[in-house]
């Protein structure tokens, strides 16, 4: 018998579980080159909506107007209840995507009650890594 490797959403990590809602990214790029510029990304602009589903057995969805595109189980990396002093009182989370490595199956952010941030993949992910930057915002549906 088989099994893959992926961690359960219990205690802090429960806090993920439900269905995420995409309201807005900050997205700052030009880095490399010099310069800095920034925009906010909304699914008006985008013409997209985005969502992220977790739930209790370690699986995490990721919807674009919602129709499933891709299905993850998540491992965690790290957490901790510290977000950096950003989002007080939220906890940190590093997932490794499928338990692979490399930054297209790695995600991590800060999660709390209401409130997710990704800092780095879904839905939008930086190849020039250190050139451009997303921050992503999603509420609790």
């Known amino acids: 018998m088989l099994s893959c490797k992926k961690d359960k959403l219990e205690g802090e ?5 439900g269905t995420w809602n995409w309201t807005h990214t900050d997205h700052l790029y030009g880095i490399c ?3 800095s510029f920034s925009e906010t990304l909304t699914p008006l602009s985008e013409d997209k909506t985005f969502s992220l589903e977790f739930y209790e057995k370690g699986v995490v969805k990721f919807l674009e107007n919602d129709e499933q ?3 993850f189980r998540t491992v965690f ?3 901790t209840d510290d977000c950096g002093g950003t989002y007080l009182d939220d906890i940190s989370f590093d ?4 338990n692979k490595k490399g930054d297209l199956h790695y995600m991590y952010g800060c999660v709390g009650p209401n409130l997710l941030v990704v800092v780095q993949g879904f839905p939008f992910n930086s190849f020039e890594k250190g050139c451009e930057f997303y921050t992503s915002y999603f509420v609790k549906e």
């Open 13 to 17: 990590r429960a806090m993920l579980i």
């Open 33 to 35: 080159d010099g310069d």
């Open 69 to 71: 595109i891709e299905s």
């Open 77 to 79: 990396a790290n957490n």
């Open 95 to 98: 997932i490794s995507l499928n």
